[in-house]
C-alpha cells in the first residue's frame, strides 16, 4: 500500500483531477541508432524514425510516440495537440532517462588562441602561462539562432536597477559550452581567462570562442560541447494542449533569462500538459515553462493556461528559474527534484526561483525536494494567488537565499503552506553593512538593523497566509516576516496589507533573529513551538511604530497569541543529501538570571504539548494519518530522541 496523499486545497475542497487512462489507436516509433532508421519510413516497429521531429510531424490526437535510447540533437516541435484526456499525444522514452535530447553539438577543430593579451587591464600577472584554445563556429549549426550572438538579458528591462545590480550575467552570452558533460564558466574580458581554469570567452561578433580547460587540458583528449539551440522540446506554434512528455532528459537549452519565459521543455501557452519522470539538466534560464510566458502578449481572459502537471522530474541547475508559469492556475506540481537553481546570479531580475508562478489559483504544489537553490527562491508566488496548497515538500539549504518561500501581492482569498520541512535559510545580505556593536551596545536599542534577512516564509503585501505544521530551522532571520507595500495596492484586486496571516502548530527551531515578526497585532500565532529560541525578544510586531519585541509570556498576556504555544530545549539534526531528521538531546540548557525555571522548556519531544488541529491537514509529511484532533506541532504524526526519520516525502512509483 503506498502512501496516502493530501488532496484538498486550502479551502477544504478537492483538487481537481483532470487525469485519464489514453487508449492510444496509433504508436509511433523513434530510434536514432537503428542502422533501418530513417526519416523516410513510416514509424513502424520494423521501419522506425531517426528523429523525434519525424514522428512529430505526423501524430495525431491519440498517438503514442515511443522513442529507443540514444542522444537527439535536435529541437522537437510538436505540430499538434491532443483533443482532450483520453485523446493526447504522448511523447515517451522506451526506458526513462535513456533519451537524451541535446541543444548542443559536438565540436573537434581547435587551434591555439593567439593574438589576444591575456595580461593588463587588471589581470594579474602569473608564473605559468595559460593554455587557451579557441574554436570558429560553424554557421551551418545554429540554424537561425546563434546563442553566442545573444546577451541573456531579454527585451524587457524595466526591473533593472542598476545601482543595486552587477550587470555581468545579464550581459554575457546565452551560449555554454561543456567539458565531458560539465560546464565552463564564461567570463567577460579575455585576460579573465588568466585567472581561472574552466573559463571561456565569446569574441564580439560571436562567431569564435575562446576556452581553458580545467587542469589546462587539451581539447583534443576531451568531449567538448557547445550550445546551438534555444530549447529541447517546444512547439512552434502556441495553444497546443493535450500532450504528455514522459521519461526524457532535456540538456544544455541556450535561452535567454525570463520574461518572456521560455524553457528547455515548454508548453507555449498550451494547456492540459503532462510533463513526468524528465529530467532538465543545465539550461541556461529556464528548465520547463507551462504558463503564458509574457505579459506583453494579447491575452483573452477565457484563454485557459495552466491545468498541467509536472510529476516526479528532475530539474538541475537551471540558471534563473526551473519551472515558470505565468497565469498558470490549477497546476499540479508534485514528487520533484530542483536543485542548483540560480547559478546565473540574476536574482534582481524578478524571475529567479525554483519554482516561479504569477497569478496562481487552484494550485496543488506537493511533495517536492528543494535543494542548494543558489540567490533565489525556492519557491515564488507573484500577485493575485488564491487557493494554493503547498504541502509535504522540502526546502532545504537555501544559498544566499532571502527567504524559501515568497508570496508576494495577494489580497483575495487563501493560501495554505503546511507539513513543510524548512532548513538552512542563510539570507542574502552585504555583511560588511552590519554594524559593530561591542560589548552591550546593541542589546538595548529596539529595531533590529533591517541589513539582515533569511526567511522561511516571507509575505510582501500578502493577506491570509496560513502557515500550518511546518519545522522550520536555521534561518539566518525569521521564521516568518511580512510587511505591507503600499505601492503595489492597485486596481484589479492586486497587493495586500499583510494581515489575518495564521501561524499555527510549527515547530520553529534556532532561527538567528527570531521566531515570528508580523507587520501588526492583526494577525494570529496559536501552538507554536518555539525550540533553541532563547535570544530574548525574537517574538516582534512592527507597527505602529515603535516595533515591541516580545518573548512568549509577553507574547500571551499582551496579544493572546500561542496561548497553547511551548518553547523546547532540544536539537535537531538534518541531513540533506540522506534526506533524513534526528532529534537529540542538547547538552546544556540556556543560561538564565534568577532562579531556574524548570517547566519553561520542554525537553523531550515526546512531551511536546498536544494542539487543536488543522481539519484539513490530516496527514503528516510522509502521508502518515494523524490520530485525533489533537496533534503536536510540527509535519509529524509523532517526535521522539535518537530515532532516524526518513524525510524524503515522494510517493514513489509502482506499476
Given at each position: 500500500m503506498g502512501k496516502m496523499q493530501e488532496n484538498k486545497l486550502a479551502d477544504g475542497k478537492e483538487f481537481g483531477f483532470w487525469e485519464k487512462e489514453v487508449n492510444y489507436v496509433r504508436t509511433l516509433y523513434v530510434a536514432c541508432d537503428d542502422p533501418a532508421a530513417s526519416d523516410d519510413n513510416d514509424g513502424s516497429i520494423n521501419a522506425p524514425f531517426k528523429t523525434i521531429q519525424a514522428a512529430a510531424d505526423v501524430a495525431e490526437p491519440g498517438t503514442h510516440i515511443l522513442i529507443a535510447p540514444g542522444t537527439y540533437r535536435e529541437c522537437v516541435s510538436p505540430k499538434k495537440g491532443g483533443d482532450g484526456p483520453e485523446s493526447m499525444i504522448c511523447y515517451e522514452?522506451?526506458?526513462?532517462g535513456t533519451v537524451i535530447?541535446?541543444?548542443?553539438?559536438?565540436?573537434?577543430?581547435?587551434?591555439?588562441?593567439?593574438?589576444?593579451?591575456?595580461?593588463?587591464?587588471?589581470?594579474?600577472?602569473?608564473?605559468?602561462?595559460p593554455k587557451v584554445w579557441c574554436h570558429h563556429l560553424d554557421p551551418d549549426m545554429f540554424r537561425g539562432y546563434n546563442p553566442f550572438c545573444a546577451v541573456n538579458i531579454l527585451h524587457d528591462r524595466l526591473f533593472i536597477e542598476y545601482d543595486k545590480t552587477d550587470m555581468t550575467p545579464y550581459l554575457n552570452r546565452r551560449g555554454m559550452i561543456f567539458c565531458d558533460g560539465k560546464p565552463l564558466k564564461q567570463v567577460a574580458l579575455y585576460n579573465q581567462l588568466s585567472t581561472a581554469e574552466g573559463t571561456y570567452w565569446v569574441e564580439a561578433n560571436g562567431q569564435t570562442?575562446?576556452?581553458?580547460l580545467p587542469g589546462d587540458a587539451d581539447p583534443a583528449d576531451h568531449d567538448i560541447e557547445i550550445t546551438v539551440r534555444e530549447q529541447c522540446f517546444a512547439p512552434k506554434t502556441p495553444f497546443l494542449s493535450y500532450i504528455k512528455v514522459k521519461g526524457l532528459v532535456c540538456a544544455h537549452a541556450a535561452m535567454g533569462a525570463p520574461v518572456p519565459q521560455?524553457?528547455?521543455?515548454?508548453?507555449?501557452?498550451?494547456?492540459?500538459?503532462?510533463?513526468?519522470?524528465?529530467?532538465?539538466?543545465?539550461?541556461?534560464?529556464?528548465?520547463?515553462?507551462?504558463?503564458n510566458e509574457c505579459w506583453h502578449h494579447d491575452f483573452d481572459p477565457n484563454q485557459t493556461v495552466g491545468h498541467s502537471v509536472i510529476r516526479r522530474c528532475h530539474i538541475k541547475d537551471a540558471g534563473v528559474c526551473g519551472i515558470a508559469g505565468l497565469f498558470a492556475t490549477h497546476m499540479l506540481i508534485e514528487d520533484n527534484v530542483i536543485e542548483g537553481t540560480g547559478w546565473q546570479k540574476m536574482e534582481l531580475s524578478w524571475e529567479a526561483g525554483a519554482i516561479k508562478l504569477h497569478n496562481s489559483v487552484d494550485g496543488m504544489i506537493r511533495r517536492n525536494i528543494f535543494k542548494t537553490t543558489y540567490r533565489a527562491d525556492h519557491l515564488w508566488l507573484d500577485c493575485g494567488n488564491i487557493n494554493n496548497r503547498i504541502t509535504q515538500n522540502l526546502f532545504l539549504d537555501g544559498i544566499e537565499q532571502r527567504e524559501a518561500i515568497f508570496i508576494e501581492c495577494t489580497r483575495e482569498g487563501i493560501n495554505l503552506i503546511d507539513n513543510n520541512i524548512f532548513w538552512n535559510v542563510e539570507g542574502r545580505f552585504d555583511p560588511k553593512k552590519i554594524k559593530f556593536e561591542p560589548g552591550s551596545s546593541g542589546w538595548y536599542k529596539l529595531v533590529e538593523d533591517d541589513t539582515i534577512n533569511g526567511y522561511a516564509v516571507y509575505g510582501e503585501g500578502t493577506d491570509r497566509l496560513q502557515v500550518v505544521n511546518n519545522f522550520i530551522g536555521k534561518c539566518r532571520a525569521y521564521a516568518y516576516y511580512a510587511k505591507p507595500?503600499?505601492?503595489?495596492?492597485?486596481?484589479?484586486?492586486?497587493?495586500?496589507?499583510?494581515?489575518?496571516?495564521?501561524?499555527?502548530?510549527?515547530?520553529?527551531?534556532?532561527?538567528?533573529?527570531?521566531?515570528?515578526?508580523?507587520?501588526?497585532?492583526?494577525?494570529?500565532?496559536?501552538?507554536?513551538?518555539?525550540v533553541k529560541q532563547s535570544k530574548g525578544g525574537d517574538l516582534r510586531i512592527m507597527y505602529p511604530a515603535p516595533e515591541v519585541c516580545l518573548d512568549l509570556k509577553s507574547w500571551r498576556e499582551f496579544y493572546g497569541f500561542d496561548m497553547t504555544g511551548c518553547e523546547g530545549w532540544f536539537d535537531f539534526e538534518v541531513d540533506t543529501e540522506k534526506l533524513t531528521l534526528k532529534i537529540k538531546k542538547s547538552a546544556m540548557m540556556p543560561f538564565r538570571f534568577g532562579p531556574a525555571a524548570p517547566d519553561r522548556y520542554v525537553t523531550d519531544p515526546k512531551e511536546l504539548k498536544k494542539v487543536a488541529g488543522d481539519p484539513r491537514v490530516k496527514l503528516d509529511i510522509l502521508g502518515n494519518e494523524r490520530q485525533g484532533e489533537d496533534v503536536i506541532p510540527g509535519p509529524f504524526a509523532e517526535l521522539e530522541f535518537d530515532k532516524v526519520y526518513s524525510i524524503d516525502p515522494r510517493v514513489v512509483k509502482t506499476k
Amino acid at each position: 500500500m503506498g502512501k496516502m496523499q493530501e488532496n484538498k486545497l486550502a479551502d477544504g475542497k478537492e483538487f481537481g483531477f483532470w487525469e485519464k487512462e489514453v487508449n492510444y489507436v496509433r504508436t509511433l516509433y523513434v530510434a536514432c541508432d537503428d542502422p533501418a532508421a530513417s526519416d523516410d519510413n513510416d514509424g513502424s516497429i520494423n521501419a522506425p524514425f531517426k528523429t523525434i521531429q519525424a514522428a512529430a510531424d505526423v501524430a495525431e490526437p491519440g498517438t503514442h510516440i515511443l522513442i529507443a535510447p540514444g542522444t537527439y540533437r535536435e529541437c522537437v516541435s510538436p505540430k499538434k495537440g491532443g483533443d482532450g484526456p483520453e485523446s493526447m499525444i504522448c511523447y515517451e522514452a522506451k526506458e526513462p532517462g535513456t533519451v537524451i535530447i541535446k541543444a548542443s553539438e559536438e565540436i573537434h577543430d581547435f587551434e591555439k588562441s593567439e593574438g589576444w593579451r591575456l595580461w593588463g587591464y587588471g589581470a594579474p600577472s602569473v608564473t605559468v602561462t595559460p593554455k587557451v584554445w579557441c574554436h570558429h563556429l560553424d554557421p551551418d549549426m545554429f540554424r537561425g539562432y546563434n546563442p553566442f550572438c545573444a546577451v541573456n538579458i531579454l527585451h524587457d528591462r524595466l526591473f533593472i536597477e542598476y545601482d543595486k545590480t552587477d550587470m555581468t550575467p545579464y550581459l554575457n552570452r546565452r551560449g555554454m559550452i561543456f567539458c565531458d558533460g560539465k560546464p565552463l564558466k564564461q567570463v567577460a574580458l579575455y585576460n579573465q581567462l588568466s585567472t581561472a581554469e574552466g573559463t571561456y570567452w565569446v569574441e564580439a561578433n560571436g562567431q569564435t570562442v575562446h576556452f581553458r580547460l580545467p587542469g589546462d587540458a587539451d581539447p583534443a583528449d576531451h568531449d567538448i560541447e557547445i550550445t546551438v539551440r534555444e530549447q529541447c522540446f517546444a512547439p512552434k506554434t502556441p495553444f497546443l494542449s493535450y500532450i504528455k512528455v514522459k521519461g526524457l532528459v532535456c540538456a544544455h537549452a541556450a535561452m535567454g533569462a525570463p520574461v518572456p519565459q521560455r524553457g528547455s521543455i515548454s508548453a507555449f501557452r498550451g494547456h492540459h500538459w503532462v510533463i513526468e519522470d524528465c529530467t532538465v539538466d543545465w539550461a541556461n534560464a529556464v528548465g520547463i515553462d507551462i504558463g503564458n510566458e509574457c505579459w506583453h502578449h494579447d491575452f483573452d481572459p477565457n484563454q485557459t493556461v495552466g491545468h498541467s502537471v509536472i510529476r516526479r522530474c528532475h530539474i538541475k541547475d537551471a540558471g534563473v528559474c526551473g519551472i515558470a508559469g505565468l497565469f498558470a492556475t490549477h497546476m499540479l506540481i508534485e514528487d520533484n527534484v530542483i536543485e542548483g537553481t540560480g547559478w546565473q546570479k540574476m536574482e534582481l531580475s524578478w524571475e529567479a526561483g525554483a519554482i516561479k508562478l504569477h497569478n496562481s489559483v487552484d494550485g496543488m504544489i506537493r511533495r517536492n525536494i528543494f535543494k542548494t537553490t543558489y540567490r533565489a527562491d525556492h519557491l515564488w508566488l507573484d500577485c493575485g494567488n488564491i487557493n494554493n496548497r503547498i504541502t509535504q515538500n522540502l526546502f532545504l539549504d537555501g544559498i544566499e537565499q532571502r527567504e524559501a518561500i515568497f508570496i508576494e501581492c495577494t489580497r483575495e482569498g487563501i493560501n495554505l503552506i503546511d507539513n513543510n520541512i524548512f532548513w538552512n535559510v542563510e539570507g542574502r545580505f552585504d555583511p560588511k553593512k552590519i554594524k559593530f556593536e561591542p560589548g552591550s551596545s546593541g542589546w538595548y536599542k529596539l529595531v533590529e538593523d533591517d541589513t539582515i534577512n533569511g526567511y522561511a516564509v516571507y509575505g510582501e503585501g500578502t493577506d491570509r497566509l496560513q502557515v500550518v505544521n511546518n519545522f522550520i530551522g536555521k534561518c539566518r532571520a525569521y521564521a516568518y516576516y511580512a510587511k505591507p507595500v503600499p505601492f503595489r495596492l492597485s486596481p484589479g484586486d492586486r497587493g495586500g496589507t499583510s494581515r489575518d496571516a495564521k501561524m499555527i502548530n510549527n515547530v520553529i527551531y534556532d532561527c538567528g533573529v527570531g521566531g515570528i515578526c508580523f507587520p501588526t497585532k492583526d494577525n494570529a500565532a496559536e501552538g507554536n513551538a518555539y525550540v533553541k529560541q532563547s535570544k530574548g525578544g525574537d517574538l516582534r510586531i512592527m507597527y505602529p511604530a515603535p516595533e515591541v519585541c516580545l518573548d512568549l509570556k509577553s507574547w500571551r498576556e499582551f496579544y493572546g497569541f500561542d496561548m497553547t504555544g511551548c518553547e523546547g530545549w532540544f536539537d535537531f539534526e538534518v541531513d540533506t543529501e540522506k534526506l533524513t531528521l534526528k532529534i537529540k538531546k542538547s547538552a546544556m540548557m540556556p543560561f538564565r538570571f534568577g532562579p531556574a525555571a524548570p517547566d519553561r522548556y520542554v525537553t523531550d519531544p515526546k512531551e511536546l504539548k498536544k494542539v487543536a488541529g488543522d481539519p484539513r491537514v490530516k496527514l503528516d509529511i510522509l502521508g502518515n494519518e494523524r490520530q485525533g484532533e489533537d496533534v503536536i506541532p510540527g509535519p509529524f504524526a509523532e517526535l521522539e530522541f535518537d530515532k532516524v526519520y526518513s524525510i524524503d516525502p515522494r510517493v514513489v512509483k509502482t506499476k
